[in-house]
């Protein structure tokens, strides 16, 4: 069995360009579990990386929680059952942003449900810092402050930080 890592962030961090680059063209099925008044949608996919394979989820259904500010009141049965075969989680912020109290807000379900789950924080858009925007280093001290570590940076776009992704999830995975 293939360990399972879940992709999650508020929305627009890019999370579903992440995914996309990840699989390629290897998506396996799409989720569509309508619960409360929400569909989520959660798609699945065989991701390579280098030389490690794996299960990845694009958690657009979280999205639609962190977005409607009720993420940490709402766990329906098929997010516990997603969590409880997932054992890794890539926790994507948007480096141009900066950190964003939604960022806070999944760190916090993180916390909260997902509890077995070590995830990796990853500066997304790092790409953009290249041009003077600002600095990876001060970008990075912020994140640390979401409590998960050291983050990594990285492009869902243009590609960059993908070995220090793979560094990153080899000891794990
Ligand atoms: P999601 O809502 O988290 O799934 O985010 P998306 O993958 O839909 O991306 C949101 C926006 O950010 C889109 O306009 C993407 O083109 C853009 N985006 C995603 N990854 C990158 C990146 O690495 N660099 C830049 N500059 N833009 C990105
Ligand atoms: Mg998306």
Known sequence: LLPTVIIVGRPNVGKSALYNRLIRRREALVYNTPADHVTRDIREGIAKLGDLRFRV??????????????????????????????QFAVFL??????????????????????QGINPIIAMNKSE???????????????????????????????????????????PLI
Do not use: Y
């Open 128 to 170: 953009s810092l290249c041009d003077g925007v600002g600095s990876i280093a001060d970008a990075a001290d912020e994140a640390r402050m979401l409590g998960f570590g050291d983050p990594i940076a990285i492009s869902a776009e243009t590609g960059l930080g993908m070995t220090a992704l793979h560094d990153a999830l080899q």
């Open 57 to 86: 989820l694009d958690s657009a259904g979280l999205e639609t929680e962190a977005a409607s500010g009720s993420i940490l009141q709402r766990t329906t049965s098929m997010t516990a059952n997603v969590l409880a075969r997932t």
């Open 93 to 114: 912020i948007d480096v141009r942003a900066g950190l964003h109290p939604l960022d806070m807000e999944v760190g916090k379900w993180l916390r909260k449900h997902a």
